[in-house]
């Protein structure tokens, strides 16, 4: 698939540490999955479940783990490695073609503020908005029309993809990335409920965003109703996500897909929330929990536990609740042949009496 | 949290109308939650769920409601009053910081079609795009990297956050707030399927949305298939929300986060959709009718019904199917019970024949 | 609803190829549905669901199926056809509104590197930005403010809505259309974990987006980890969707709005997800399948399968599943009448013995 620099199989093998079995002169320009593979790529055997394809595989070469005994076929090449997925993830590196390049300065059509702080190391692409008192740390990039809002604080080295909105007075650490079209620190959603017509609760608080999180593509975080909605050092967000206000997320978190957070529900550290769950407000969710996919959350979630299934519950309880309905047949079996049984006895009986 | 003017405990109680309890001297600064209250924060409880929270925090001045009987610790205090969430609204406006303004004008990077109506109080920020036609509203806010359609109408007094795209000949009444990212007027999804190819059905409807209608970030409504997609009148959308094509929305609903609605769906007033729900296309949901977090609706709902589940039943059918384990695992002891007194009986019985 | 053309009943009749019963004199300017059109609307009966609207309806002309028997009232008039819905799909075109004209050439406020290929049958709308390397070809719309990444390469009649952003060197056949706020290529979400951080797996893959496929609204597509992302020729996909790295669409499918699809999964030809379904990572999903609307899919789907529920299965079992309850409180009965037998039985023995 990529363009790239060429490699002999012996160079891929010394690079990545592993042993060699086969030749060591296979041409190499790229990587790919087995099943895509040709014979000029690198592959690997990341997941168990892709073993059988290893063999029919066009890969010229194939990383694959020390317990995998078949031998390559004429014209292929193993190597072999303890962790095959992170030897891997090298050899892409090697092959995959040059990083895009922001270079530092302006782009003649940048709007920015006069009275933002914008270093000269920082990168502000065509259309991107900056407006009044930003702050931007340096080597941060800020891609094409991406917005940031009055007064908001961005720290070094963060990368801002095209169309994100940052509103004002948000603030960012260090080496944040986020993904396109993100809206950083839209209005909470709060309202004093009326037949005639809901009063907007005023969301005057902020989003702060600490140093090394990553949020995907098309995520919202919702600014505080008042202080601060809080995600933590090195928590990590996919696509599509709902962060309420006032949610607290903690450090080291992984957030998958579609997960929807209300608010003010707290978050604890190393959790894992999984694709397209949802979680009641003002919730506590304890450190290391994991909460599966469109696990349904309504009450606290204890540390270390883990959740499954709409109302949540613990993945052994919920286990048991999918075999019911065969529980249920096997009952009904036994009743039947109960009804029977009793059915014999009563004819003896009356027959008897 | 926020930089912010300084007020008296004293002063605070007298801006509240409530009734305090302790100093009237302290100096406070900002509004903070309770478990992030200093001593110069006002914080408030809101949620019963906190009132073990009241006492051990370090907030100056805390909101309580009037059963609230503990006094307050040494230099400390309370402010009681009826309705502790409202007042402390109130309580937020005064120590927050002044709102963005934005300011009549065009930017001179806003892009502005020679033939589209804009009045000198409406603010076109920096990259927004009007295009031909299109007639926008006294008073409205066009921030930066907005999308106005051509032949688009914008009401009096909106404010249509960044990066929002509205397109052509959709139609927003006065004060509707769209925020970031969010796609007004999309096509529906509609084709003709077929096994070498669907066809595209053309989409040339509108959306409507009507006057104080609020529209979180990252939302989507598609444009009708004919005639229009309709929000009526102070709706209120969460974030991420899917509205297709040609539904009706009612008066004064609220729909949470990462609701979808499939096509020609119509909702009367005062709806509740809860986050993650997903209703399916042409049905009727009745006026004031509540449907809850992730509940899948494949049919009408009855005003004020309730419903829950996957698919969605009534609440209290579905309270019933989360005993199902339970009663399956009494009624397995029933059982079990009863073949032990049905094989004593066979038993006696056998002996006595 | 929409300012169009005028025509009469005899004109639309003709038009259609269908049956007119009733006058053919009558005026009409526009289309609506039954419930909101009047005296000089067409609408149609295309769903059996609304078949007691046609009577009351005010709609001049109604296009019926040829079973619907009763006459048109007084002043009003049927057109009589096979497919009522297809044939209304043109009537539609004749009363809709002239499409928007996106006309070749550059807006002199957007922003194309020198060295990007933008042929001039182009359209580049205002604030759009094509970064350097990228190749768009003939008669390819880019709208307003979207975003063509660095050596990206874009078909030819295309339809790229405002604030789409389209990341460096993902590739879109021919006449591919994509909807506002939607984002190509973001960083697929990746990452070796770690208790004290997780470390970013660079994603340097693309996506390859072939020809006439439809991406809605606010669209999620990951990048590839290394290879491609890819949805293949003709598949259609609604609004809000996730994509993950590696995924693979096949031809002609369809996938509903706010359905979310794990890494590496791959889909067959013809498939439909319906709404909010969750598809897990690795998985195959054969040729013709059906995922029903908040499906969760934990493993492989056969070819023309059809699953229900979550954890997915099959639609039958998922039925029985529903009566699980029903099926509960009948066999409690059945054992309530089974404990009177045995103790009437057990009264009787011990009164014997």
């Known amino acids: 698939m990529q363009e790239s620099r060429s490699k002999t199989s012996g160079e891929v093998a010394a ?10 002169n296979l041409v190499l320009t790229g ?12 592959s690997f055997l990341g997941n168990e479940k892709y073993r059988a ?27 072999v490695s303890k962790n095959a997925s992170a ?33 000269g190391s920082v990168h502000v692409g065509a259309c991107a908005v900056v407006e009044a008192g930003a702050v931007i740390g340096e080597g941060t990039v800020l891609a094409a029309g991406c917005y940031i809002g009055h007064d908001a604080r961005i720290g070094a080295n963060c990368l801002i993809y095209p169309s994100v909105s940052v509103r004002e007075r948000c603030r960012l650490g260090d080496r944040v990335i986020i993904h396109c079209n993100s809206t950083i620190g839209s209005d909470g959603f709060g309202y004093i409920p009326g037949p005639t017509g809901h009063t907007k609760i005023p969301q005057v608080g902020i989003v702060q965003i600490d140093d090394d999180v990553e949020i995907g593509a098309n995520v919202t975080v919702d600014r505080a109703r008042f202080g601060r909605t809080w995600i933590k050092r090195g928590t990590k967000i996919d696509n599509l996500v709902q962060v309420a206000h006032n949610v607290v997320i903690g450090e080291h978190c992984f957030v998958i897909a579609q997960v ?14 999984w694709g397209q769950a949802g979680l009641a407000g003002h919730l506590n969710i304890g450190d290391g929990a994991m909460v599966m996919a469109q696990c349904g959350v309504p ?15 613990d993945r052994r ?4 609740t999918l075999t019911v309905p065969k529980q249920l047949e096997k009952l009904k079996n036994t009743v039947k042949e109960l009804q029977s049984t009793v059915a014999e006895l009563k004819k003896k009986l009356d027959a008897g009496s």
């Open 317 to 320: 309880e919920f286990v048991r």
């Open 53 to 79: 394809q290893v063999l029919p595989s066009r890969a010229g070469v194939v990383l694959v783990p020390e317990d995998f005994a078949e031998p390559p076929p004429q014209g292929r090449a193993w190597i």
């Open 260 to 273: 929807g957070i209300s608010g003010s529900t707290r978050i604890g550290r190393g959790v894992v929330l």
């Open 299 to 313: 009450k606290d979630v204890p540390a270390g536990a883990h959740v499954v299934g709409s109302p949540a519950m």
């Open 31 to 42: 990587v790919a999955s087995l099943d895509e593979a040709t014979a000029t790529d690198v």
């Open 87 to 119: 030897v891997f993830a090298k050899v892409v590196q090697v092959f995959a073609p040059p990083p895009v390049v922001f270079p530092p300065g302006r782009h003649p059509a940048a709007v920015v503020d006069p009275t933002a702080t914008v270093p």
């Open 15 to 24: 690079l990545t540490g592993g042993r060699l079995v086969g030749p060591d």
